[in-house]
């Protein structure tokens, strides 16, 4: 459904020409438009009412017909992709908005560009205010008369608007936080971040030899802060004006970022409420299920994406709440422009979603790791998945989310292969983490059987531990475990069989007992470690 206020024009002044521009506007620019949609042709069913139609590949004048029976508000094709004069002539003829966007620009972006425009211009807010779609036009005030490209963010770094005056200069890195809607990673954030937030005036930024100089204020609501505006110097110098003229935009800033941490704020915690019922089966399953307009008695999977322990964080100084929260923005854009049914959020410090396909789905594999890339570089490294198994319907739920986590877990930990585990596809390793926990805080690695080896080789210089070692390891085929021990095969024979007077080791029992200790001993250096 289109939003109240967001219109061709919104959409066309805020994007500015560089990234989007008009082919043909036969309704002009006051068109209307709902949130954006990348044309699959495969999913005709989906409801396109309102919708930017973002259209990958070479589109054909047929399509403009489709669109236009589908009430579309206006469809975008890519420069380069196709003949602009024949479908401008085509989309004047039936009577369809058709824009152009950039080459530079891929289609992920630009979903993410249109989806934070219209969530920023909410028209939940009061009709009497003006509304965060304002912004941008703060941002392009604060420009011309501070002599210089503006960026207004949030305090999750979050890009909330810009300035697009024609031929200001910008670097890459704030290219880069247009085009992700977030300010990329770099070493200086942290220490650049703090000092604005503590500062009352405008600052100058840590000099990053390979961007431009920076100078930024904290945006504050009695004495909260609320995000921050930045204004980049170009070749230039900036106004004489400069600071007092960011920390008015910032008091003008201050009642917007209000507005919309607390909308962000209420709707998180419903959301919050609604996830945590859903995933721990203590409420209306069926009702909250269709709230975020997943089918109850249809097949459903639970994902947990979350962070490996101990790792550095390389977050900025998030929290891991923060840091989950940010990874489940990613995931619901990313689950959105697929049009899938599913239910997202943020709990006990994880990312984690409900989704209405099957585990071994390829497109659940894709969402998955494009979730994973693209959270590595807005909030750092270090991000898993776990899948649960296919579950019979949403009413499945809370034991998916038991086998969501313990894959995470696998995933995560020693026994963990790859950034992304199925539960299906780790028995082995749910068994062997499971016998892990309940081994390692006990005597159990270092009692008998391999106490008795151990001894063996600290009273008689022997070094039958690291013999048993490598020949399990081989499992028990000489010849391999020889080369291994740079050994005759003869020899380590005889070895064994001088072995088998410490420890019975033609015993099945004795030999799975030393294999499970030395395997758990084992993984219990590479964690301390």
């Known amino acids: 459904m289109a939003s109240a206020g967001i219109t061709v024009g919104v959409l066309l002044d805020s994007l500015g020409p560089d990234m989007v521009r008009p082919l043909a506007l036969p309704h002009g620019t006051s068109v209307p438009i709902g949130s954006p949609s990348i044309h699959d042709t495969d999913q005709t069913h989906v409801e396109l009412s309102d919708t930017v139609l973002l259209v990958p590949g070479r589109p054909s004048a047929d399509l403009l017909d489709l669109a236009v029976d589908a009430h579309v508000a206006a469809v975008v094709v890519r420069a380069g992709a196709v003949d602009p004069e024949q479908l401008t002539t085509a989309a004047n003829r039936v009577g369809m908005t058709l824009l152009q966007c950039s080459e530079e620009l891929s289609w992920g972006q630009l979903y993410v560009l249109i989806d934070a425009l219209r ?10 205010d003006r509304r965060a779609a304002d912004l941008f036009t703060l941002a392009n005030d604060i ?96 106004s004489g004006k400069a600071s007092e003229v960011l920390a008015e935009g910032a ?21 919050a409420e609604r996830l945590g019922q859903l995933f721990r089966g203590t409420g209306p399953n069926r009702r909250v299920a269709e709230s975020f307009g997943l089918r109850f008695d249809a097949p459903a999977t639970v994902v947990v994406i979350g962070r490996v322990e101990n790792l550095p964080s390389h977050s900025r100084g998030m929290s891991a709440e923060s840091a989950a929260e940010n990874v489940s923005d990613l995931l619901r854009m990313v689950l959105s422009s697929y049009r899938l049914r599913a239910a997202a959020g943020s709990l006990e410090g994880q990312a984690v979603v409900v989704i209405g396909t099957a585990a071994d789905s390829p497109v659940l594999q894709t969402i998955i790791a494009t979730v994973l890339a693209r959270s590595a570089e807005s909030v750092g490294g270090g991000w898993r998945a776990g899948i649960s198994r296919t579950l019979n319907s949403v009413a499945d739920v809370p034991v998916g989310f038991t086998q969501a986590k313990q ?37 159990a690695l270092d009692a008998e059987p391999l106490s008795v080896v151990a001894d063996h080789d600290h009273r008689q210089g022997t070094d039958y531990v690291k013999t048993l070692r490598s020949w399990i390891a081989a499992h028990c085929d000489i010849p391999r475990a020889a080369e291994v021990l740079v050994l005759h095969p003869n020899t380590l024979r005889h070895r064994l069989r001088r072995m088998a007077e410490v420890v019975d080791i033609e015993d099945p029992d004795v030999r799975l007992a030393l294999a499970l200790q030395l395997r758990m001993q084992e993984i219990n250096t590479k964690r301390i470690g």
């Open 119 to 128: 969530a920023i211009s909410d028209p939940g807010l009061e009709q009497d």
């Open 143 to 238: 420009a011309l008369r501070a002599g210089g490209a503006i960026a207004i963010e949030d305090l999750s770094m979050r890009v909330l608007a810009y300035s697009t005056i024609p031929g200001q200069e910008v670097d890459d890195l704030r290219r880069d936080g247009i085009l992700g809607r977030r300010v990329p990673d770099h070493p200086a954030n942290a220490e650049d971040y703090a000092s604005i937030l503590r500062a009352e005036t405008a600052i100058w930024s840590v000099e990053q030899p390979e961007f431009r100089p920076r100078l930024a204020i904290a945006v504050r609501d009695g004495g909260e802060a609320l995000g921050s505006i930045w204004l980049l110097q170009g070749e230039k110098p900036l």
């Open 407 to 443: 894959a995470h877990e696998v995933v995560s930990g020693p026994f963990g292969r790859g950034e992304i585990g199925q539960h299906k596809d780790l028995g082995a390793s749910l068994f062997l983490l499971e016998a892990f926990e309940a081994l390692q805080f006990r005597s």
């Open 251 to 271: 008091r003008l800033a201050a009642p917007h970022l209000a507005r919309l941490k607390a909308a962000a704020d209420t709707d998180r915690r419903q959301r």
